[in-house]
């Protein structure tokens, strides 16, 4: 990881492009007029900051947040060629999930992970399953009853999945070379569902000295329940996948310095109805000097975490 202060130049740097007082008052700006001005300057201020990052060319665990709107889908490629989907967005999201898995060559799936049962998160997963051999399925318990799940599981049966139920504390088999660790849900919690986003699957993904974490729609109360039962060397990673696509109910102070990553991304939709990413988390990530991603902006966003760097590509 690093220091959470960036080098003096850098700040100077920021400070130049876009001047210190004008940045200064966009950042404790107080009227509600002034939050779309807000977080258009944090944002151009994240975006001018961004380390310059170049791939050594070295096997590497590839994690592609795949652009599908206002919603999560990361397809996962370990350096043997082993797939993993990480949700599968909205009902309208197949077809980029699709050209996403055909511009890697990817013909099956070997895990399919659902971190809760939202439609912005399954709302393609049975196309997904209908399309693509899967061999292990993992998601949570689920009592739903709307059509995203219905579907889900209607195709999980036609289609032989082996289904799992992810428990925080376990690992889950995929490559040789990776170490998927699932930090949510913890069983002693499950009993006490206040939310189904804090039911989210949160995975943490080591490549060598490299890491992904993935958080789903994990909000404070389950960043704080992982606190409290996981040492913070597991929850460490370069790259961090904010929770519930950048909502301020997540990603909460302490739980970001405990990961302490490089890189941050959002999953969210242009102009979305919410408000994604919050100003709140932009000026988390503006103070900490942490490079982010967006794919409202950006698009799909590869990282390539090599086992000793991350380097980035942008579609």
């Given at each position: 990881?690093r ?8 700040i100077?740097?920021?400070l130049?492009?876009l ?12 009227e509600?007029?002034?939050a ?10 994240l ?13 590497s665990l ?6 599908v ?12 060629g ?6 599968a ?11 996403t898995?055909?511009?890697?060559e990817?013909?099956?799936l ?9 439609e912005?998160?399954?709302?393609s ?65 499950r ?5 189904l986003?804090d ?16 958080t ?8 704080k329940?992982?606190l ?12 961090l ?9 997540s990603t909460g102070?302490?739980?970001f310095l405990a ?6 991304v ?10 994604h990413?919050h ?5 988390l ?5 942490t ?22 590509d942008?579609?």
């Amino acid at each position: 990881m690093r220091s959470l202060l960036r080098p003096l130049a850098l700040i100077l740097a920021l400070l130049s492009l876009l001047g210190c007082s004008a940045l200064h008052g966009c950042l404790h700006a107080d009227e509600p007029a002034a939050a779309d001005a807000e977080k258009t300057a944090l944002r151009q201020a994240l975006i001018s900051a961004r380390p310059t990052t170049q791939s050594t060319g070295e096997p590497s665990l590839d994690v592609i947040v795949i652009d599908v709107g206002q919603g999560d889908s990361i397809l996962l490629i370990s350096p043997e060629g082993r797939t993993m989907l990480v949700d599968a967005g909205p009902s309208d999201a197949f077809d980029r999930i699709r050209d996403t898995l055909s511009a890697h060559e990817v013909t099956s799936l070997d895990v399919v992970v659902a971190t809760h049962p939202h439609e912005d998160h399954i709302g393609s997963m049975a196309a997904v399953l209908d399309a693509y051999p899967v061999d292990t399925f993992v998601t949570i318990p689920q009592e739903q009853s709307t059509y995203p799940v219905t579907s889900m599981y209607a195709s999980l049966a036609q289609n032989g999945c082996t289904v799992c139920y992810a428990e925080g504390g376990t690992t889950i088999p995929w490559a040789d070379s990776c170490t998927v660790t699932v930090l949510n849900p913890i069983p002693s919690y499950r009993e006490d569902p206040e939310d189904l986003n804090d039911l989210s699957i949160v995975l943490h993904v080591r490549y060598g000295d490299t890491a992904v974490l993935l958080t789903g729609d994990a909000e404070e109360l389950a960043e704080k329940r992982m606190l409290d039962t996981f040492p913070q060397s597991m929850l460490r990673a370069n790259v961090l996948k904010l929770g519930h696509h950048g909502s301020s109910s997540s990603t909460g102070y302490g739980f970001f310095l405990a990961v302490d990553p490089d890189f941050a991304v959002c999953s969210c939709g242009s102009d979305n109805d919410y408000g994604h990413p919050h100003k709140e988390t932009l000026s988390l990530l503006y103070d900490t000097r942490t490079a982010f991603y967006s794919t409202d902006t950006d698009g799909t966003v590869t990282f390539h975490l090599d086992g000793e760097t991350v380097s980035v590509d942008l579609s």
